[in-house]
């Protein structure tokens, strides 16, 4: 029978329908169409290149940067049955020379190669003696300077394409914007090839900012209302990793550091830990994440800020892989910019321009009271098409009411004046709250009529108050020096003495228990049996030696608990359910549920297979 996508889509996978703009790429690279495509993380870029895979006759090969992208994507790939191989430099060489053999004999359809494995003369000897059908190049941004992980590298792989000319190339990437887009086409000498740009929104995900007052009572409140749910926390700093780390153990947190401080055994097991649902939490560094493709994560945490929006963006990309929601929380305070603006002084003069565009982009995109995910989308130059998504923190606020600010905004306004309109939000505050740090008392400003008169309201409210004036054109502030100064607006203003219109954030102590109002999850399932069917996944896992969803994800196990399948054609109907999955695990699986069913007298819901 002729192998068409959409039946290996459902006898493979196990799904019954492609995302958008999956099925494009996949014609373009059938027939042997260059093709550059942008789908956001958890977007479905690995089946551009696998279904082509399976109907090409020859070998597909897949540039990825990271080892532990390719052996994860490698035991996924063998638990559908499909024959796939990485080479690089954690193989034996017994285990290189074997894999090396099955290549060379044609046994394989997928194999994963690290960019400067792929350029060495021993491989070109390899695929020499093949028929190459396609060169697959993912996280290809990597191969932009403007892009936000260049790796010199990757711009040598044109040299593949040179070599190869009769392979179809296929570049992927989650985050590029139009520049980046263009030089990775330029770098491929592409031609007027297909360019597929998904949408970058990713409506599962939670996206929540809040200032950084307590950070450490901060996120403990917020991980309890995530118990025994997967999530990465994103630190600044190794010793940050470290010290929120035995925080969280001490508080019975299942939590393990991942930074390059560690030794390389150490920072792989509390890997593999993480990704085979042994440990709940990873404490990370921006070391961690890149290759990571467990799909159960169930919150991202920015402790501290991130580089840049598109840091930002692959970083709570790992988040919701599975689609269902997922929680996205970035603290954020303007101690983290102005430590973000100290090391961007540190680097060359040439790289500064680039790096301070890139900080600018991610403040607006913290401090703004619009919704989260405009902003978001029109930096990589999408345009959300509603006002509010329902999704962020600032639309579920809704339009909040104005209220009378005008005394503390004074109070604010004239700091700035009297401190020379040289100083920072930060030093501001500082000043307002009677602070007797170094600098206050190094400039005479504990001195100043406005020295201490600030107590009304915390660092957090008075922050947020300074952003507001900024934002309502009373203040601005110097783009080299950070110094807020007042405009001829704010002079008027405190001369007629006009009311000023806000909004005070609630004090820390003030908030309720539970954290924002979190979307809601696509099924009514029954949790007793999810959990059932959790444990025993953990065990056949553990048996094989490879992550949970590796058997299956959270999405299968939830359907399963939805429509209670205790035959083999409504199993097959199951999210990720595919010919050898159905083969290997539906006795096993149809027989829990059946015993759950009978002990509770629950009955097999009927469904419908969408039309194709």
């Avoid at 895979?53 to 063998?78: C, H, W, Y």
């Avoid at 947190?253 to 390059?260: E, G, L």
């Avoid at 301070?356 to 029109?378: K, P």
Wanted: aromatic fraction near 8%; include cysteine; glycine fraction near 6%.
């Amino acid at each position: 029978m002729l192998k068409t996508p959409e039946k290996i889509l459902k006898d493979v996978f196990g799904y019954d329908q492609f995302r958008p703009l999956q099925r494009e790429v996949i014609q373009q690279v059938l027939d042997k169409k260059d093709t550059l495509a942008i789908m956001p993380t958890g977007g479905g870029k690995s089946l551009c290149y696998q279904i082509p895979a399976l109907i090409f006759n020859g070998l597909t090969v897949v540039v990825s940067p990271l080892i532990a992208l390719m052996k994860d994507q490698v035991e996924q790939m063998r638990e559908l049955g499909i024959p796939a191989l990485f080479i690089n430099s954690s193989l034996t060489l017994d285990e290189y020379q074997e894999n090396m053999h099955k290549v060379r004999t044609g046994k394989i359809k997928l194999l994963y190669v690290a960019p400067e494995t792929l350029l060495t003369q021993r491989m070109f000897n390899l695929f020499d003696s093949l028929q190459l059908d396609c060169l697959t190049i993912d996280e290809a941004h990597c191969i932009s300077e403007w892009g936000h992980d260049f790796r010199p590298e990757y711009r040598q792989l044109v040299e593949m394409r040179k070599r190869y000319p009769k392979a179809v190339c296929l570049a992927m990437t989650a985050t590029a914007t139009g520049r980046v887009r263009q030089d990775i086409k330029s770098t491929l000498e592409f031609g007027p090839s297909g360019e597929f740009i998904a949408s970058f929104d990713r409506s599962n995900l939670m996206l929540e900012v809040v200032p950084k007052l307590d950070a450490e009572a901060q996120t403990l409140k917020f991980l309890k209302a995530y118990p025994d749910q997967s999530g990465i926390i994103y630190c600044f700093s190794r010793k940050q990793v470290d010290d929120l780390t035995q925080t969280l153990i001490r508080h019975r947190f299942s939590a393990r550091a991942y930074h390059a401080g560690l030794e390389d055994d150490e920072r792989r097991q509390n890997q593999d830990l993480f990704i085979r649902d042994d440990v709940q939490i990873i404490v990370a560094t921006i070391a961690f994440g890149m290759g990571i493709n467990k799909p159960n994560v169930r919150f991202v945490i920015h402790y501290d800020l991130p580089k840049s929006i598109e840091n930002y963006y692959q970083e709570i990309g790992r988040a919701g892989r599975d689609g269902l929601p997922a929680h996205c929380l970035l603290l954020y305070s303007y101690g983290d910019v102005q430590k973000q603006r100290y090391f961007i002084d540190q680097k060359p003069l040439s790289e500064r321009k680039v790096a301070n565009q890139h900080l600018e982009a991610l403040i607006q995109y913290a401090e703004s009271r619009q919704c989260r995910r405009i902003i978001l989308l029109d930096h990589f130059g999408e345009h959300y098409p509603g006002q509010n998504c329902k999704t962020c923190d600032n639309c579920l606020r809704g339009s909040q009411k104005q209220e009378d600010i005008t005394q503390a905004a004074q109070k604010f306004l004239s700091c700035v004046a009297r401190t020379g309109e040289l100083f920072g939000a930060v030093h501001i505050v500082d000043v307002l709250m009677g602070s007797k740090n170094q600098k206050v008392l190094k400039f005479n400003h504990n001195n100043l009529s406005t020295f201490g008169i600030g107590q009304e309201l915390n660092r957090g409210q008075w922050l947020d108050l300074g952003r507001q004036l900024v934002q309502q054109g009373l203040l601005v502030q110097d783009t080299q020096y950070r110094g807020l100064k007042l405009t001829p607006k704010a002079y008027e203003l405190l001369k007629t003495r006009s009311e000023i219109k806000g909004q005070v954030l609630p004090a820390l102590e003030e908030e309720k228990e539970k954290p924002v109002a979190r979307p809601p999850a696509s099924l009514d399932y029954n949790h007793a049996l999810f959990y059932i069917l959790r444990q025993k996944r953990k065990d056949l896992a553990d048996h094989s030696r490879v992550p949970p969803y590796v058997i299956f994800s959270d999405k299968s196990l939830i359907e399963m608990a939805t429509y209670y399948p205790m035959s083999i054609n409504a199993f097959g109907m199951i999210h990720g359910v595919g010919e050898v999955k159905i083969k290997n695990y539906a006795d096993i699986f149809i027989s829990l549920i059946q015993d759950f069913c009978q002990q509770h007298q629950i009955h097999e819901i009927v469904r419908n297979l969408p039309v194709k």
